[in-house]
């Protein structure tokens, strides 16, 4: 069993920054599909303080607490002729529970959650805005209003710090990664230098953010056709870092030290490396993978992913020095693990040690779809999403 790279990432993966004013959405009950009337995302009344906090709310302890929390799935739209027309923001609580959809113009973002929030980016040709929606209160404020374009986003642990990505307007030309306060009283500025030209990665199709597991620094990820260059911003003291080989590709995560990539692969599945920032040494972790993903767990932080059998997909988990792996038991048909934001078009605030498979690896919108399970990494036992967020 193979699949195409592009096939997965191209659509929800490589998203950029373009038109859109105020924010259409529609409320959905569990199961609705989209096309409801359009109305709009009401003004959140709330100080400096309060957005903070949003940024900051607890994650889930037990399964249980998914019932409240925020999660977000982003869509292409395609008109009756196979053109992108727009993209579909999802946001809801508690599997497809209360979901509010969001359409946006064919080039938008979104990122999160942070907290009770989701970070979403719209550019109108002359300014981007970069917009935050509280998906528990079911309001959302602006947080900056830029002349270069935007490209994505991010939300620092602490609930302080936007960081943008930003390219310029007239040329596209990379301006580095910025950083501004949450509240929007100080101005925004640069953290990172633009990212040079490299003929051995070519045009950068794609700018994402990733934080190390234990929220310590924040990786830079730019992706040509095949090939990735990642940055650390150096945070907390630390030293700026890049990781320039030609032969690594999507980051599947790190733990402030150990950079986890896929190989320069077109399509999976593919090798997993882990990458010492500071010497450059290798360690392979897994030969042949399908989606995969790093989590801190209670046995430290481990690279969670999938092995292709002829009886189909099984979940296995190793340790970042390539030891202690374990069997996370088979998936079901039709249920993929829920991998980084980028790879599944969303994202989804999970309990400590476990983690969502789902259909196609992604946050379910429709009551219909397979069942989704959560499955707790020290053992692989398997919960039904529906059974916990009820």
Known sequence: ???????????PGVIA?????????????AGQGAGQPPGTIRPC?????????????????????????????????????????GQRVSLGRGGVRAIRTVELPPEAFAAGPFGRIVLIGSDDGA???????????GCAWTVAVESDVVRRATIDPAGGLVYEARVDRASRA?????????DGVAPASSVLPPLGPDARFGRTFSTEFAW????SDLAVQSCGEAACRIRTVGLAGR????????????????????????????????????????????????????LALVLPTSAGPRLIHERFEPAGLRLRSIALDGTAEADLGQLPDGLRLQATPDRAGGATRLPFDWVLV???????????????????LPDGLAVALSEVVR
């Not at 190390?212 to 929220?215: E, F, H, R, T, Y």
Request: net charge negative; proline share 7%; glycine share 12%.
């Open 17 to 29: 920054v373009v038109a859109v004013g105020t924010l259409a959405s529609g409320t959905l009950g």
């Open 174 to 182: 990379d301006l580095g990664i910025w950083s501004m306060p949450l």
């Open 45 to 85: 009344d709330v100080g400096a303080a309060d957005r903070t906090a949003a940024a900051t709310a607890p994650g889930p302890v037990v399964p249980a607490d998914l019932a409240t929390q925020a999660w977000y799935r982003l869509d292409p739209i395609i008109d009756t002729g196979g053109a992108l027309r």
């Open 212 to 215: 190390a597991v234990d929220g």
């Open 239 to 290: 030293p700026s870092r890049e990781l320039a080989q030609s032969d690594l590709g999507l980051l599947a995560g790190f733990d402030g030290e150990r950079v986890v990539t896929y190989a320069a692969c077109r399509g999976l599945p593919c090798p997993v490396v882990a990458t010492n920032l500071a010497t450059g040494a290798r360690q392979g972790l897994v030969a042949e993978s399908g």
């Open 358 to 376: 789902a259909p196609d690896g992604r946050q379910p919108i429709d009551a219909t779809s397979p069942g989704s399970q959560l499955r707790h």
């Open 127 to 137: 300014a981007s805005r970069l917009q935050a929606v509280d998906v528990v209160t």
């Open 1 to 11: 069993m193979k699949e195409s790279r592009w096939l997965r990432w191209v659509g």
